[in-house]
């Protein structure tokens, strides 16, 4: 085989196995530690929406709403 080929070959099984889950597994293999992490995974999840809304001041009141005045002189 050229070294061209295993060049390609070694890159090959390097982007292979970095892209395998089981090389790296994110979670624990135990099942109770296993559940922790996920319940902590999706608590911190779960304020996802209220940054969101702080970011793009979703919970701010809208200034473009009209307010009822009485126009004459009182």
């Known amino acids: 085989m050229s ?3 295993q060049l390609i070959v ?3 099984l390097v982007c292979a196995s970095v892209n395998m889950g089981c090389a790296t ?3 624990s293999p135990s099942p109770d530690v296993r559940a922790r992490q996920l319940i902590y995974a999706s608590e911190s999840m779960r304020h996802i929406p209220e940054i969101w809304e ?3 001041g979703l919970e701010l009141p809208d200034l473009a709403t009209p307010y009822r005045v009485h126009g004459g002189v009182i």
């Open 3 to 5: 070294l061209r080929k």
């Open 10 to 12: 070694g890159l090959l």
């Open 25 to 27: 597994p994110i979670w």
């Open 54 to 56: 702080r970011i793009w």
